[in-house]
């Protein structure tokens, strides 16, 4: 029978992948990241044998990936490169073109960490091996910093392009078909920002999944065919502000329910089942952002920045901290509030979405999609 020490690093990668896989434990994005970074893990090392990993490995590896070129993968002829012919290859490019961020390094050693922590648990203990902590990279600044809020200036020139009101002199009306994009681009920022919802959350929505039928209209964010939440926290009800449902979110919806359409946003599935929604929403997303806000990217604002907006107006408004995490799936601080807490009511979370600041009033309903 074969054992755990007699398995390479890529095969017990496999197996693993499977496994966590089959208990729900990780995504499929999960572990096809993990099964390139076993390969890649390999490759640097030259070697497939977990009892010879060190420590000095995992440093060679960090070491490496800092060197190769940022589109290392995407080609398959990647695959039968030498480390040295990819390196070799980076230096003939631009900086900005080699090795990747920082915290896309810290991924990278996490789930490295992850497989080889699993490796150990099934009897393949590496030769030496301390953990990846010391070659993590350190954040620069609050974690608050990293991603900024939308100032209500922002809100407001997005919110003034041409996928909500008509006009036809600012470079979108031409860039981006109506007819193709027009629902997803419509409603997804305007439910990022009364809701706080992630991107993927709401590109990922199903009409099953919108509620207006309870005494409190509301949205529920769970994992559906097409995506999966973020944590347990995630997995929650968040009502629907009055300004969605009086710009005609509840027609939309039933037109897609009439249309037979198991996702709202239909135009964002793509041909290959790994691409997420949110990744081909974010190519029309990024035109809107750099047109209305110029400097986005050097001032850290994303789409993600509704949902500091909607954290931040709540925060200014008094809404306590508990209300605010419910309502934006986050997990809460400490055993008591975690496990004897419950979430709270859509009530209470309605009055506390209510106390924000309105700046679509200028949009006009949509009767259709």
């Known amino acids: 029978t074969e054992t755990a020490a007699s398995t390479s690093i890529v095969e017990l990668a496999d197996r693993i992948c499977d496994e966590q896989m089959q208990l729900s434990e990780w995504t499929e994005k999960t572990a096809r990241q993990v099964r390139s970074i076993a390969r890649l893990f390999v490759k640097v090392v030259g070697h497939d044998d977990p009892a010879r990993v060190t420590q000095a490995d995992v440093g060679r590896y960090r070491t490496t990936v800092l060197r190769l070129p940022k589109n290392y993968g995407k080609s398959p002829a990647d695959a039968a490169r030498s480390i040295d012919e990819l390196i070799d290859r980076a230096k003939g490019l631009p900086a900005a073109e080699v090795g990747i961020g920082g915290s896309t390094l ?3 050693l996490t789930q490295l960490d992850r497989l ?12 030496d091996y301390e953990g990846v902590a010391k070659l993590r990279v350190r954040r620069k600044g609050r974690a608050r910093e990293e991603r900024n809020r939308f100032s209500n200036d922002d809100v407001s020139a997005i919110f003034s392009l041409s996928p909500w009101v008509d006009r036809a002199d600012d470079d979108l009306a031409a860039a981006i078909p109506r007819e193709a994009f027009g629902r997803s681009l419509f409603w997804a920022p305007l439910i990022a920002l009364y809701t706080g919802a992630r991107r993927e959350e709401i590109c990922g929505l199903t009409p099953d999944e919108i509620d207006f039928a309870s ?20 997995r929650r009800r968040v009502p629907l502000h009055p300004e969605l449902l009086r710009l005609g979110l509840a027609g939309f919806v039933e037109q897609c329910r009439r249309e037979g359409e198991k ?7 793509a041909r290959s089942a790994r691409t997420p929604m949110g990744d081909v929403f974010d190519g029309h997303w990024t035109k809107v952002r750099a047109l209305a806000v110029p400097d986005a990217q050097a001032e850290r604002k994303s789409f993600h920045s509704f949902r500091h907006w909607l954290n931040d ?5 008094g809404v306590r901290e508990e209300i605010r995490r419910d309502i934006l799936g986050h997990a809460g601080q400490g055993t008591n509030e975690e496990r004897y807490s419950n979430a709270a009511s859509l009530r209470l979370m309605l009055d506390a979405l209510g106390q924000v600041s309105v700046l679509t009033g200028h949009i006009a309903a949509r009767s259709m999609a």
């Open 106 to 108: 810290n991924r990278h």
């Open 116 to 127: 080889i922590q699993l490796m150990q648990g099934h009897g393949a203990k590496p030769a």
């Open 215 to 234: 005494e409190t209209p509301h949205i529920r964010f769970e994992a559906n065919e097409r995506r999966r939440v973020k944590n347990d926290a995630s």
């Open 263 to 269: 996702v709202l946003f239909p135009e964002l599935v």
């Open 313 to 317: 107006e709540m925060k200014q408004a």
